[in-house]
């Protein structure tokens, strides 16, 4: 018995945890809880104007212009959207799509292409040409609006959907993008197609744009929230109700007399849907392409 005492091990000490320890344990909880607290605060303040308008599209008149605020709808209705379909808010929305659609697949395909040729190009002027679109991007889109409506009309685009799509294909900050990414491109493999045989075109397409394609997603979202949002533009452009954008038309339902909020309410939240389902559809291609570029090596 006394063999078996002599051969245990003896415990170990336990290490008691220092007061230096536990305070930056302590601070680390105390950062992330603050840090929590702060987050959820700032996508309550985000998430709370779109919850407002769909809740508002379904609330009643009375309940829309109460004095005080129904926060929480108990009586839904969908009277507001009986009223917008009466309008033609489906052609708004359509014409918007297709506008926002076009101008996204055109800029993509024209600034990549001219991205690649600023990056990987040697040829005259590159370095001249590309400092034109540095300066483009810092040139405001309002300077340039007069001049632009005036060569639609010359083109006999103005009250056209082409007329608010080809000045946004035009966009200086998608070759701007497209280039940043190109430069990433290793020369080495564009040797390898070269000596391999293969063209241009398929070197573009079967090298280039596979390592690009982040970038492109980004670009793609970039340009349709842009061309969605761009109010001012469609505003100069379209004139005829049959080619208004969702933004003209539901600008359109404001009466002189008395505003509709409810109306405007279910129009702001029919235009919502696509774009929505753009950025979900296109999310995972700009995130990587936000955070490609921030680390190297």
């Not at 359509?94 to 040729?117: E, K, P």
């Not at 060569?151 to 966009?171: D, Q």
């Not at 744009?209 to 969605?228: D, Q, R, V, Y």
Request: with cysteine.
């Amino acid at each position: 018995m006394d063999q078996v005492i002599k051969n245990k091990p003896l415990p170990k000490k336990m290490k008691k945890p220092q007061h230096g320890q536990d305070h930056t344990v302590s601070n680390k909880k105390g950062y992330f809880i603050f840090s929590v607290i702060v987050l959820i605060v700032i996508a309550i303040l985000f998430i709370f104007p779109l919850y407002w308008i769909i809740t508002g599209s379904f609330k009643t008149p009375q309940a829309v212009n109460a004095r005080v605020p129904v926060w929480f709808p108990t009586e839904l209705t969908t009277v507001q959207y009986d009223k917008l379909f009466q309008k033609p808010a489906f052609t708004w929305l359509l014409n918007t799509v297709i506008i926002c659609g076009f101008s996204m697949l055109l800029t993509c395909i024209t600034a990549s292409m001219g991205g690649y040729a600023l990056a990987k190009k040697k040829f005259a002027g590159r370095a001249i040409i590309f400092g034109m679109f540095v300066c483009a991007m810092a040139l405001p889109k309002q300077v340039i609006l007069i001049p632009l409506l005036k060569e639609m009309a010359f083109l006999k685009l103005h009250n056209t959907l082409w007329a608010v799509i080809l000045p946004t294909v035009g966009w200086p900050f998608g070759v701007f993008l497209m280039k940043q990414f190109s430069e990433n491109i290793p020369g080495e493999l564009l040797e390898a197609a070269r000596i391999d045989g293969a063209g241009e075109v398929l070197t573009f397409t079967n090298i280039v744009l596979p390592m690009i394609k982040p970038g492109i997603g980004a670009l793609a979202i970039f340009t349709f929230i842009t061309t969605w949002n761009d109010y001012f533009l469609q505003l100069i452009m379209l004139n005829d109700t049959k080619v208004l954008s969702i933004s003209l038309g539901i600008a359109k339902l404001q009466s002189e007399m008395s505003t509709d909020y409810g109306l405007i309410m279910a129009g702001a939240a029919l235009g919502s849907v696509p774009i929505i389902a753009i950025f979900l559809v296109f999310q995972k291609f700009f995130t990587r392409g936000i955070t490609m570029g921030a680390v190297k090596g």
